[in-house]
Nanobody
Framework: QVQLVESGGGLVQPGGSLRLSCAAS????????MGWHRQAPGKERELVAR???????KYTNSVKGRFTISRDNAKNTVYLQMNSLKPEDTAVYYC?????????WGQGTQVTVSS
């Protein structure tokens, strides 16, 4: 099993920045990719960004050039740096770990972009 603990959400004004963190523990050897998804009220959960064990990244089009996903293997932690935030980025952000067996999810952290 893999446990994921997220932190870093909050309220920010449009144009501001936030950094989300996701620390993994447990059977981390089985993880081959980690990412962030988000779910806004009334919408389906969508992939925001993903990073593989060898550093290959993928972003949804709406965040390209604004968000950056990175990982610190020594700390088993993945980060999502979010810049130039827009009101439409408001959502609950979930950390996700893809393993050889099952996907795992964090509890979610609220990001609200509002003036």
């Amino acid at each position: 099993q893999v446990q994921l603990v997220e932190s870093g959400g909050g309220l920010v004004q449009p144009g501001g920045s936030l950094r989300l963190s996701c620390a993994a523990s447990g059977s981390i050897y089985s993880i081959y990719a980690m990412g962030w998804h988000r779910q806004a009220p009334g919408k389906e959960r969508e992939l925001v960004a993903r990073i593989t064990n060898n550093g290959i990244t993928k972003y949804t089009n709406s965040v390209k050039g604004r968000f950056t996903i990175s990982r610190d293997n020594a700390k088993n932690t993945v980060y999502l740096q979010m810049n130039s935030l827009k009101p439409e980025d408001t959502a609950v952000y979930y950390c996700n770990a893809m393993t050889t067996a099952n996907p795992y999810w964090g509890q979610g952290t609220q990001v609200t972009v509002s003036s």
